[in-house]
């Protein structure tokens, strides 16, 4: 099975500011016939379902707003919100959709204001 | 508008089975596979099963085989995730989830991708005695 791991666990960011959160999986999520990369990134606020955010590596989901982008090839792969807002605060998970069942998600990055 | 809706949360005592239902709304149910996530108390989620609910075929995660069964029910846009000899590890939250069903090029394909764009809202299963 494909192990998703992300870094840093946790993260503090000042409003406005850029933050980064990393992802890199056990062997290459890349579809070399299609030149696409099997990664999506999921926002997550206590006591509320998933919000998928990019799928693809780096497509946007619809009504994502722009500050929001996706990054990476291969193994690794970034998540970067341009200028932090308060609503952003929340756990960031990415998950591989690559190989057959089970699709895996890494551990989760943890993201606060600073 | 496109929802999830999942009943209510369940307690349980080690051993027996619980049965979530996920009834879908805003769009054509069958047009989808239907995906079922565990989420343990802070921990990452992680993938049980799928259904496409056009002609009902599943597929289980090996974790969960022979504990799980993915059914549905057209003719109310819903699916059913249930679980047996349930145990303490499966306290946790079940969350039904939407396939994004869409191509790389962006186009609705029907098929699964394994990317989860509509969840409901959660159940919550305790299993204590």
């Known amino acids: 099975d494909i192990v998703m791991t992300q870094s840093p666990d946790s993260l503090a960011v000042s409003l406005g500011e850029r933050a980064t959160i990393n992802c890199k999986s056990s062997?290459?999520?890349?579809?070399?016939?299609?030149?696409?990369?099997?990664l999506a990134w999921y926002q997550q606020k206590p006591g509320q379902p998933p919000k998928l955010l990019i799928y693809w590596a780096s497509t946007r989901e619809s009504g994502v707003p722009d500050r929001f982008s996706g990054s990476g090839s291969g193994t690794d792969f970034t998540l970067t919100i341009s200028s932090l807002q308060a609503e952003d605060v929340a756990t960031y998970y990415c998950?591989?959709?690559?190989?057959?069942?089970?699709?895996?998600f890494g551990q989760g990055t943890k993201l606060e204001i600073k | 508008q496109v929802q999830l809706v999942q009943s209510g949360a369940e307690v349980k005592m080690p051993g027996a089975s619980v049965k979530i239902s996920c009834k879908a709304s805003g769009f054509t149910f069958t047009n989808y596979p239907i995906h079922w996530v565990r989420q343990a108390p802070g921990q990452r989620p992680e993938w049980m099963g799928r259904?496409?609910?056009?002609?009902?075929?599943?597929i289980y995660s090996q974790k969960f085989q022979g504990r799980v069964t993915i059914t549905r029910d057209t003719s109310a846009s819903t699916a059913y995730m249930d679980l047996g000899s349930l145990r303490s590890e499966d306290s946790a939250v079940f969350y039904c989830a939407r396939d994004l069903s869409k191509s790389p090029e962006g186009i609705y394909s029907g098929h699964v991708t394994g990317v989860f764009d509509i969840w409901g809202q959660g159940t919550m299963v305790t299993v204590s005695s």
């Open positions: 062997q290459s999520i890349l579809y070399r016939s299609n030149n696409k990369n099997y």
């Open positions: 259904i496409n609910a056009g002609n009902g075929d599943t």
């Open positions: 998950q591989q959709f690559y190989t057959v069942p089970p699709w895996s």
